[in-house]
C-alpha cells in the first residue's frame, strides 16, 4: 500500500491541525496505521497507532490528550487530529502501515510501509 500525508503547514501556537493520512489500493483496511513525527536533529517519535478495524487506538504516555488517532476504510484514510499546537510540536509528521500494531508501537525497522511526510510549523 502506497502512503501519503498531507495537511500540514504553518499555524499558530494554541491550535488544532488534522492530518490525513491516504493509502491507494484495496489493502489499506488490512493494516494497522501509525503516526510519528521527526523535528530536526531529533530522532523519530512514535505518536500513537490504530488497528485495522479502527475500533482501537494506542498512544504513548507522552502525547496521550493532545493527539487523537482515527480512521475511515471506506476512504482509504486516516487522521491524526493534534490539539493546543506547541511550537514544540514543529516536525516532519509521517504515516506508516503494518499489518501487527506492536511492530508500529516498536517503531520496528521492520515496518512494511512508510508514507512521505508533511511539514508541520507552529509559530509562537
Known amino acids: 500500500v502506497q502512503l501519503q500525508a498531507s495537511g500540514g503547514g504553518l499555524v499558530q501556537a494554541g491550535g488544532r491541525l488534522t492530518l490525513s493520512c491516504t493509502g491507494s489500493?484495496?489493502?489499506?483496511?488490512?493494516?494497522?496505521i501509525g503516526w510519528y513525527r521527526q523535528a530536526s536533529g531529533k530522532e523519530r517519535e512514535f505518536l500513537g497507532a490504530?488497528?485495522?478495524?479502527?475500533?482501537?487506538?494506542f498512544y504513548p504516555d507522552s502525547v496521550k490528550g493532545r493527539f487523537t488517532i482515527s480512521r475511515d476504510n471506506a476512504k482509504n484514510t486516516a487522521y491524526l487530529q493534534i490539539n493546543n499546537l506547541e511550537p514544540e510540536d514543529t516536525a516532519v509528521y509521517y504515516c506508516?502501515?503494518?499489518?501487527?500494531?506492536?511492530?508500529?508501537?516498536?517503531?520496528?525497522?521492520?515496518?512494511?510501509?512508510w508514507g512521505q511526510g508533511t511539514q508541520v510549523t507552529v509559530s509562537s
Open positions: 490504530i488497528i485495522k478495524g479502527g475500533g482501537s487506538t
Open positions: 506508516a502501515a503494518d499489518p501487527k500494531l506492536h511492530t508500529l508501537v516498536a517503531v520496528s525497522t521492520s515496518v512494511q510501509y
Open positions: 489500493g484495496q489493502t489499506f483496511r488490512t493494516y494497522a
